[in-house]
């Protein structure tokens, strides 16, 4: 099992940056993929970005590519979600999830565990 914490989360104007952090327990965080997930009210959660469980393989959600970066450092048993050029369309709660397996996954329902969330707000 794994338990996720997400931080970094806030209130930003447009063009703006944030950075979001996951903290995991467990000793055996490398051996899980990790993706961020996002809801806006009214929405359903999406798929933001999706890291394989050494870091080497990304996947990105057509909206944030060229703007976010997710990372790990599996020493520190952490992801992150670098989001720059931020969009008001970006306002949404942001979820750390982690799934067993080796290759990135953007299906929600593959994730096992989940973080609280995270508000993020992007004003005009």
């Known amino acids: 099992q794994v338990q996720l914490v997400e931080s970094g989360g806030g209130q930003v104007q447009a063009g703006g940056s944030l950075r979001l952090s996951c903290a995991a327990s467990?000793?055996?965080?490398?051996?899980?993929?990790m993706a961020w997930f996002r809801q806006a009210p009214g929405k359903e959660r999406e798929v933001v970005a999706a890291?394989?469980?050494?870091?080497?393989?990304?996947t990105y959600e057509d909206s944030v590519k060229g703007r976010f970066t997710i990372s790990r450092n599996n020493a520190k048993n952490t992801v992150y979600l670098q989001m720059n050029s931020l969009k008001p369309e970006d306002t949404a709660v942001y979820y750390c999830?982690?799934?067993?397996?080796?290759?990135?996954?953007?299906?929600?329902?593959?994730?096992?565990?989940w973080g609280q969330g995270t508000q993020v707000t992007v004003s005009s």
């Open positions: 467990g000793r055996t965080f490398n051996s899980y993929t």
């Open positions: 890291i394989s469980w050494r870091g080497g393989r990304t």
């Open positions: 999830a982690a799934r067993t397996g080796i290759a990135p996954s953007t299906t929600k329902d593959e994730y096992a565990y």
